[in-house]
């Protein structure tokens, strides 16, 4: 099992840019494919973005592509949700996953098997 930790969420106005991290621990985290999902309010969850583990591929939903950018420090058993031009549209829970990395990129919710307690972003003037 992995623990996940997420962490620099916040209240910021539209426009602005925030950096989320998800600390992982009780396995190496090299080993797993890692991803951001959220959940808006009255909303389900949806996929944000994935990384497979060595940070080589990575994939977007649509409505981030272009602003958001994840990426992997290893030796840190740390991934970041770099977040640019956030909107109002952004504002949810962020949550990090984790499952082991067989060779795919993983887009579905289902697929992950280990979850943080998720970072609330807030994009409101």
């Known amino acids: 099992q992995v623990q996940l930790v997420e962490s620099g969420g916040g209240l910021v106005q539209p426009g602005a840019s925030l950096r989320l991290s998800c600390a992982a621990s009780?396995?190496?985290?090299?080993?797993?494919?890692m991803g951001w999902f959220r959940q808006a309010p009255g909303k389900e969850r949806e996929f944000v973005a994935t990384?497979?583990?060595?940070?080589?591929?990575?994939t977007y939903a649509d409505a981030v592509k272009g602003r958001f950018n994840i990426s992997r420090d290893n030796a840190q058993n740390t991934v970041y949700l770099q977040m640019s031009s956030l909107n109002p549209e952004d504002t949810a829970v962020y949550y990090c996953?984790?499952?082991?990395?067989?060779?795919?990129?993983?887009?579905?919710?289902?697929?992950?098997?280990?979850w943080g307690q998720g970072t609330q972003v807030t994009v409101s003037s």
């Open positions: 009780g396995v190496t985290a090299r080993t797993y494919a």
């Open positions: 996953a984790a499952r082991k990395d067989l060779g795919s990129l993983y887009v579905a919710e289902v697929i992950y098997d280990n």
């Open positions: 990384i497979n583990w060595d940070g080589g591929r990575r």
